[in-house]
């Protein structure tokens, strides 16, 4: 079984200001990782994913992502944010043939 | 091309009442998923249906039951209400059930239990 940690649950940090989300899992067996967006009143939406190969990932409205499998960990960063950034972010693993877990969240709130 | 959309997007019911949330996948996406999501927590796997077959059940009660149509929409049903029942249920399609294929949610359906 898998497990995901948020242990940030709010993020306040200025505009045009960089930041990072962080995340840890535990697993035992390899996984896939994933970092969601979730705006007020929506779904989620996908903002990277680390399958294979180079350990930093880039996904949209530039955020990135390092894996680290030594700590186990899946931090989302962005060196610049703005107003709109502001939303509720889920860290989430999945095992091959396995089902999503996701993290109890971050909620991220830029400010002017 | 359409998303995965869900109806109703809004619905409140009481306790002891039953619900039934819809979801209509991507056009090709074989498998749906469905998660529960409380106020101020992530989203907890509920089921997951691949070729009209439940593949995966999360850790909740028998009132809850699913099932996936010909044309891969699912229909998610809860039974005997509770006022913990209340929530965002989510419904998110993928091509296949293998791990690397991402998750694409729709907005969900809210449910109030009063």
Do not use: M
């Not at chain 1, 979730?38 to 180079?54: A, C, E, I, R, V």
């Amino acid at each position: 079984a898998q497990s995901v940690t948020q242990l940030d649950s709010q993020v306040p940090v200025f505009e045009e200001a960089p930041v990072e989300l962080r995340c840890n899992y535990s697993s035992s067996v390899s996984v896939y990782l994933f970092w969601y967006v979730q705006y007020p009143n929506q779904g989620l939406q996908l903002l990277l994913k680390y399958l294979s190969g180079s350990t930093l990932v880039k996904g949209i409205n530039g955020f990135e992502a390092e894996f680290n499998k030594s700590q186990t960990s899946f931090h989302l960063r962005k060196p610049s944010v703005h107003i709109s950034d502001t939303a509720e972010y889920f860290c989430a693993v999945r095992g091959y043939g396995q089902n999503f877990v996701f993290g109890p969240g971050t909620r991220l709130s830029v400010l002017p | 091309d359409a998303g995965v959309t869900q109806s109703p997007t809004h619905l409140i019911k009481t306790r002891g009442q039953h619900v039934t949330l819809r979801c209509s996948p991507i056009s090709g996406h074989k498998s749906v998923s469905w998660y529960q999501q409380v106020l101020g927590q992530g989203p907890q796997f509920i089921f997951q249906y691949y070729e009209k077959e439940e593949r995966g059940r999360g850790n909740f009660p028998d009132r809850f039951s699913a099932r996936q149509f010909p044309n891969y929409s699912s229909e998610l049903n809860v039974n005997a209400l509770l006022l913990g029942d209340s929530a965002l249920y989510l419904c998110a399609s993928s091509l296949d059930r293998t791990g690397a294929n991402v998750l694409t949610f729709g907005a969900g359906s809210r449910l109030t239990v009063l």
